[in-house]
């Protein structure tokens, strides 16, 4: 049986963290969404994967310090804590809202590993299917510097990967980043979400499934390989910008200018 090793003072910061998740229920319920949302947190991260059920007996094998610092009520004469059973898990995933509910994880990510660093530039891009989703897949965004998560966005039924990730784009934190995907998302409209949307810039690749863009980043490379022959050496200085090659010719001469 998985353990769950947070200290009491971290599941009570995650349940104050988690406390912003609104609660979909028109009936005050039994137990506090940000409750089960740190029973949740730290289950995936102890290795539990496969749904509700081993949700309710992760939290069945807690503490009673651990029940007391998530919240978890009490009844009964004795008083005993009331722990949550599968049914409850089973509500909670299905009506908790995605886009609330990824706020708050990147908000209790930020508490744990503080703001994300200014080098940390460089954003990766892919989709995956779920672990016992029978297919679910998403699309997720990663600092690939710090392996950082910045958000996930469904694959609808009968779609692809392509309209999720732009909608990833348009709400991750990608201001001044490098984006890269992979041949699939080399689609004009995602690039214009990138760069005029959010203020990235990206860097696509082009296959044999695509011939048009392929045969024009082709054209393109051939016609920089003359403008920038690789031998020239021109540098560039963000005091007086580009230097001459070691020959001493300038870029306007590559040019024939």
Not at 11 to 20: E, G, I, P
Request: hydrophobic content about 35%; glycine content about 8%; overall charge neutral.
């Amino acid at each position: 049986m998985l353990e769950c090793h947070a200290s009491n003072d971290e599941l009570t910061r995650m349940v104050d963290v988690f406390s912003k998740v609104s609660d979909w229920r028109k009936i005050h319920g039994l137990y506090r969404v940000a409750s089960l949302l740190a029973i949740t947190v730290c289950a995936a991260l102890c290795g539990v994967h496969r749904g509700q059920r081993d949700l309710a007996a992760f939290v069945a094998n807690m503490s009673h310090d651990q029940w007391k610092a998530l919240g978890l009520p009490r009844r009964g004469n004795p008083r005993r804590y009331m722990v949550p059973k599968e049914t409850t898990f089973f509500r909670f995933l299905s009506n908790t809202d995605s886009l609330e509910l990824e706020k708050a994880l990147l908000a209790w990510q930020e508490m744990v590993l503080g703001p994300r660093s200014a080098d940390d530039n460089q954003v990766s891009v892919d989709g995956k299917e779920l672990l016992s989703s029978q297919g679910v897949e998403i699309v997720s965004a990663y600092s690939v510097k710090s392996g950082r998560w910045l958000g996930s966005e469904r694959v609808k039924e009968e779609s692809n990967e392509i309209p999720a990730a732009q909608e990833l784009l348009k709400r991750a934190p990608i201001e001044g980043a490098l984006i890269t995907a992979d041949a699939l998302h080399t689609q004009t409209q995602t690039a214009q979400i990138i760069v005029k949307g959010r203020g990235a810039d990206y860097l696509f690749t082009a296959k044999g499934n695509q011939p048009t863009v392929a045969n024009s980043v082709r054209q393109l490379y051939k016609g920089l390989q003359q403008a920038f022959s690789p031998s020239t050496g021109y540098g560039y200085d963000s005091g007086r910008g580009i230097q001459p090659g070691p020959d001493g010719s300038s870029l306007s001469d590559a040019f024939g200018c």
